[in-house]
């Protein structure tokens, strides 16, 4: 009885809490909160496209407004979605977490733009102007986008070769004995070696620069996933064996059925290390040995002092990399939404 009268006091003691939360968030307070948070990026906007047009008065050259028109197009739109997001839950709760962020991305823009066109605390050319940075994206697109193309074209090559010939070595290791006892001291030899450092190596072996770039991303792949599927494929619980080998699986289901499921989440942390390790391979390869791509224009660009083009596809290579990590991140919670709650997410 005592603890049926503790249970029932726990449950309406949680159930005032909630009804408390309810009210606290509409609160006048929250709304204002709220309001606050909505408002960052339309006055962040605001700010820096007085600060730009103040700024771009005193230039010896004028510049194009490319960048005002950026600019408006983001206070723009903020308004737009400041008054959307009335009428659509969800674009408000997107709007709720991200105005922070995008505010002080438009406040770091501001602030670049006050240092080098304003205050030029920063020598030209090596520090151009988010004007600048701009119109070299605009000037440079045709060219910016073929390498783009060609970078991704290279990259999946090298990391999709590299993934595949990782898996089966890291669960013959990880399952095998025999082959454990030969893959880890190449594991340990090999691995540790930079890829990078095969490049010299790989452009005399290889019989073109660009079959030399895939294997050598796919080398920066291969270590760390091998390693992790080995780790994750040895360490998977015996209990599970012994259940699966009691209702009569053979070696095939214990594999595939079994021990790889359980190695999920540390493949999956060796492809995201695979992943960073093949966007520095390509970046260097690009640049020593393949004539094409993001690595060989970012180049390209600095030997013409040609700076502004240099951001410019130092701004499309963060773009390009962030959005395949998502994607590679949408992909492991479509995996492994079974271990939600089970492990930090």
């Known amino acids: 009885m005592n603890t049926s009268a503790q249970d029932t006091h726990d449950a309406v003691q949680m159930s005032e809490e909630k009804v408390a939360r309810a009210g606290s968030i ?17 006055v962040a906007a605001s700010v820096a496209l007085g600060v ?6 005193n230039q010896p050259v004028p510049e194009t407004n490319s960048y005002s028109v950026f600019l408006g197009i983001i206070l723009g739109s903020a308004g737009v979605a400041a008054v959307a997001q009335s009428f659509w839950s969800h674009l408000r709760r997107w709007m709720l977490h991200m105005c922070p962020i995008i505010a002080a991305a438009v406040c770091l823009l501001c602030f670049w733009e006050v240092i080098t066109s304003g205050l030029r605390l920063l020598p030209l050319p090596y520090f151009p102007s988010p004007a600048a940075v701009l119109q ?3 000037d440079d697109r045709g060219m910016l986008f073929h390498s783009t193309c060609n970078s991704l074209i290279l990259l999946l090559s090298g990391y999709l070769l590299g993934l595949a010939v990782a898996v089966v070595t890291g669960v013959s290791i990880g399952w095998l004995n025999q082959a454990r006892y030969w893959g880890m001291p190449l594991l340990k030899v090999v691995g540790p070696i930079p890829a990078t450092a ?4 790989a452009m005399v072996l290889s019989p073109a620069p660009r079959f030399s770039a ?8 291969w270590f760390p996933v091998t390693m992790l599927t080995a780790s994750g494929i040895s360490n998977t619980r015996a209990s599970y064996v012994d259940v699966a080998r009691t ?3 053979g070696r095939a289901y214990l594999i595939f059925r079994v021990a790889i499921p359980a190695a999920m989440p540390s493949i999956f942390i060796g492809l995201f290390m695979g992943l960073g390790a093949a966007f ?5 390869a690009e640049t020593v040995g393949v004539k094409s791509g993001l690595g060989w224009y970012v180049a390209w660009a600095q030997g013409w002092a040609e700076y502004g083009k240099v951001y410019a596809a130092l701004v499309i290579m963060a773009a390009f990399f962030s959005t395949i990590m998502t994607l590679l991140f949408k992909v ?5 939404v079974w271990q939600k709650g089970v492990i930090k997410w």
């Open 198 to 201: 095969w490049i010299p190596l």
């Open 247 to 249: 209702l009569g699986a």
């Open 332 to 336: 492991r919670d479509r995996v492994l």
């Open 214 to 221: 895939v294997g050598i991303i796919a080398l920066a792949v």
């Open 136 to 138: 070299s994206l605009i």
């Open 52 to 57: 730009h047009l103040f700024v771009s008065k």
């Open 26 to 42: 509409g609160s006048p307070a929250a709304s204002r909160a709220r309001a606050r948070t909505l408002l960052a990026i339309p």
């Open 280 to 284: 520095l391979t390509l970046v260097v």
